[in-house]
C-alpha cells in the first residue's frame, strides 16, 4: 500500500476537516485533540464530500443529509456496517502528513452492489 505525503501538519487547524487528493480518490484529513485522521471524503450516501462537514465530538456530519461518521474507525453512527475507508496517518519527523492509501479498487460485483443499494449506500 504505498505511502503518500499530503500536506504539511502545521496547515491542519483541530477540528477543521481538509480535503486532499490522491490518484483515484479524495480524502479528508483532520486534527482532532492533536490526532492526525484521514478517511475517504467521500460519504458512502449520496457522495457528497465530507470535508465540507461539521467536525464534533470525534464524528464528522455530512453537509447532505446528516449522517454522522466516526473519525476513528469510519462507523456511522447508528449503522455500524456502513463504513469510511480509514487511512493510517504517519506524521513525519520533517512536519509532513503521509497517510496509507490503498491500490484503486477492483470493480464490484453485482451481488455487492445490490447489497450496497439495499444497505442505502452509493452505488456507481
Ligand atoms: S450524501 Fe452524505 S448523508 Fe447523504
Redesign the pocket.
Known sequence: MPRIRVLRRELLEDGIPQRVEVPGQAILVVSLDGEVHAVSDT?P????SLSDGLVRDGCVT?P????RFRLSDGARQGQEQVRLAVHSVEITDDGWVEVDVPSPAAPRSMREILLAHARGEMVD
Open positions: 460519504c450516501h449520496n457522495g457528497a455530512c447532505s443529509h446528516l449522517w
